[in-house]
């Protein structure tokens, strides 16, 4: 099953409005966005300075960045397609990014700074959810080019992609180890959407997660001992955090709205996320654990002992 919201960026704001009172979130996230429009998408820059992200404060679905802590955003694209998804250089000089600015849904590139943006697929099918492999030299992503969503690889610079996945169900959103010898992704190949994990080069995939709830979207650490994801297993989708290698997953964010598309900061203190828990969907930070201000360095391999 596609989640809606890894598959439609341009949704209207109308379907993310609830009549009901938001209940007050019982974590202590931090709230970076602050416009109006809609903000998704959070990528954290590799010097963990600024968060991009994907906003309609133009008017339609423009790149965005802005500071880490908050401040004033930044607009780095200006096309008047739909841009979303954006995903940071090793080196945070480019962004990649999902664009249907072609006619078709395809992964473009644009200097993190602004300018040409330069398309890096241009198959006839929908190219989604940029990842960039550590080194620099591939970007994974996910496409429908053989029907049903696969994970597929092309070099940074353009060329010949190449498949990762064949599995009849749909598999999605891929991130990178830090070492760059695994890629993780989600997948309803095992009948509900789950985190899998398999070689960068291809081969034999297993399950991380084994909740019956939807686990998906997931972000690896940057020491690569965990992932972080969405899922719905606790009621509603909220943020959650597994060990690489599998184990018992900690819920992170408590938020009744929706938490989406987590995002680790380099220094692996903190999750940044998309969530309904304001007046509309902005991006958020949160340190890890959630039961601890954002402003505090509680890194991964302080609570690690936590899921062992």
């Known amino acids: 099953m596609r989640p809606l919201f890894l598959l439609l960026p341009a949704i209207s704001a109308t379907l993310f409005l609830a009549a009901a009172p938001k209940p007050a979130p019982a974590d202590d996230a931090i709230r970076v966005t602050t416009d109006a429009s809609i903000d998704i998408d ?3 820059s590799p010097d963990g300075s600024q968060i991009a992200f994907a906003s309609t404060r133009s008017g339609n679905y423009d790149i965005w960045v802005i500071p880490a802590a908050g401040g004033v955003a930044t607009q780095i694209t200006t096309d008047p397609a739909v841009d979303y998804c954006p995903s940071w250089s090793p080196d945070g000089t480019l962004i990649a990014f999902g664009s249907d ?16 943006a330069a398309q890096i697929t241009t198959d006839l099918h929908d190219d989604s959810h940029p990842s960039w492999s550590p080194d620099g030299a591939h970007i994974a992503f996910h496409s429908d080019s053989n029907g049903n969503l696969d994970i597929w690889m092309i070099p940074s610079a353009g060329g010949t992609a190449t498949e990762i996945t064949g599995d009849p169900h749909d598999d999605s959103c891929p991130t990178w180890s830090p070492d760059g ?3 993780a992704f989600a997948s309803d190949r095992g009948g509900n959407d789950d985190i899998w994990v398999m070689p960068a080069a291809g081969g ?3 399950p991380i997660t084994t909740s019956p709830g939807s686990d998906i979207c997931p972000t ?8 972080a994801f969405t899922s719905n297993r606790g009621g509603n989708y909220n943020i959650w955090v597994i060990p690489a290698a599998g184990g018992i997953a900690t819920q992170i964010t408590d938020a009744a709205y929706g938490d989406h598309l987590p995002d680790w900061s380099p220094d692996g203190c903190r999750l940044a996320f998309d969530s309904f828990r304001g007046v509309n969907y902005d991006i958020w930070v949160i340190a890890v654990p959630g ?3 954002a402003t505090e360095k509680n890194t991964w391999s302080e609570i690690k002992a936590t899921y062992r």
Do not use: E, K, Y
């Open 291 to 293: 039961s601890a201000s």
């Open 220 to 227: 690896w650490s940057p020491d690569g001992t965990g992932i």
């Open 101 to 116: 600015r072609s006619g078709n849904r395809d992964i473009w590139v644009i200097a993190s700074t602004g300018g040409t």
């Open 181 to 183: 010898t695994q890629i």
């Open 204 to 206: 034999a995939a297993i």
């Open 42 to 44: 959070a990528s954290w």
